[in-house]
């Protein structure tokens, strides 16, 4: 008797552990950060074509916050959503502090992590004040680059972007693949890139630097994530 129970403690012990080793896990990567960074890297394995590794983002045009700040405020609410949902979170930041790291190195966060979904935050700015509303990008098919992750991450872009639309209330802009996005080319997983909204627009902009919308985008995103996963949504609105 006496050996049962202790084996039944060694397993109530492990029991933790293996579920935490069979949760899926998401990384959410906070796009940008305190300054951009102008070094080169290769725009996927092998290329010689390069590109800078971050341009430093937009900011707001009534808020004046910068586009790393939201992406981090939206981050940071993202995750104890989906950590109730039982999904494992891994951040590529956790702070808005320094020189961007890069796309290579955020996307090898993400592969090592050997993530279900890797979930870039971004948003959008441009010339056209007029331009407002919320999409989301994924990778072109690349033979020997993205033809791995291509399917699951069209899927992952689809769905996100639904929730996304229907928790804002932003216009609808689709969705959009890019064959140019070195964190895409880099990923060994799904991956995509989802544009909240435009900080360049007055509207958009005035709804994203409050907190009600800051929510209102991470509950979006995590009712995307978890129906992408094929688990419940419902741990996302609280």
């Known amino acids: 008797m006496?050996?049962?129970?202790?084996?039944?403690?060694?397993?109530?012990?492990?029991?933790?552990?293996?579920?935490?080793?069979?949760?899926?896990?998401?990384?959410?990567?906070?796009?940008?950060?305190?300054?951009?960074?102008?070094?080169?890297?290769?725009?996927?394995?092998?290329?010689?074509?390069?590109?800078?590794?971050?341009?430093g983002g937009t900011r707001?045009?009534?808020?004046?916050?910068?586009?790393?700040?939201?992406?981090?405020?939206?981050?940071?609410?993202?995750?104890?959503?989906?950590e109730r949902a039982g999904v494992r979170v891994v951040l590529t930041?956790?702070?808005?502090?320094?020189?961007?790291?890069?796309?290579?190195?955020?996307a090898r966060i993400a592969n090592r992590a050997q993530a279900g979904l890797f979930l870039r935050i971004h948003a959008d700015g441009s010339t056209d004040p007029t331009a407002r509303g919320s999409?989301?990008?994924?990778?072109?098919l690349r033979s020997g680059w993205t033809d791995d992750v291509y399917a699951a991450s069209k899927r992952a872009a689809k769905t996100v972007q639904a929730d996304m639309?229907?928790?804002?209330?932003?216009?609808?802009?689709?969705?959009?693949?890019?064959?140019?996005f070195t964190g895409f080319n880099w990923a060994d997983v799904p991956v995509i890139l989802v544009e909240m909204g435009?900080?360049?627009?007055?509207?958009d902009d005035r709804l994203l630097a409050t907190a009600a919308y800051q929510q209102r985008a991470a509950v979006g995103l995590c009712r995307g994530a978890l129906?992408?996963?094929?688990?419940?949504?419902?741990?996302?609105?609280?």
């Open 227 to 238: 129906r992408f996963l094929g688990r419940r949504t419902t741990p996302c609105a609280g």
């Open 60 to 82: 707001g045009v009534v808020s004046g916050l910068t586009e790393a700040e939201l992406n981090m405020r939206v981050a940071a609410r993202l995750r104890p959503l989906l």
């Open 2 to 55: 006496f050996r049962f129970a202790v084996a039944l403690a060694a397993i109530l012990v492990l029991l933790p552990t293996a579920e935490a080793a069979r949760a899926p896990v998401v990384v959410i990567d906070a796009g940008h950060d305190e300054r951009g960074n102008s070094e080169i890297e290769p725009i996927g394995p092998g290329s010689s074509t390069r590109k800078i590794k971050d341009g």
């Open 198 to 203: 435009f900080m360049t627009n007055r509207t």
């Open 135 to 140: 999409h989301t990008l994924y990778p072109a």
């Open 93 to 106: 930041r956790t702070r808005t502090s320094g020189t961007s790291m890069g796309n290579i190195a955020r």
């Open 165 to 180: 639309v229907r928790a804002l209330g932003f216009p609808d802009r689709g969705l959009q693949e890019r064959s140019d």
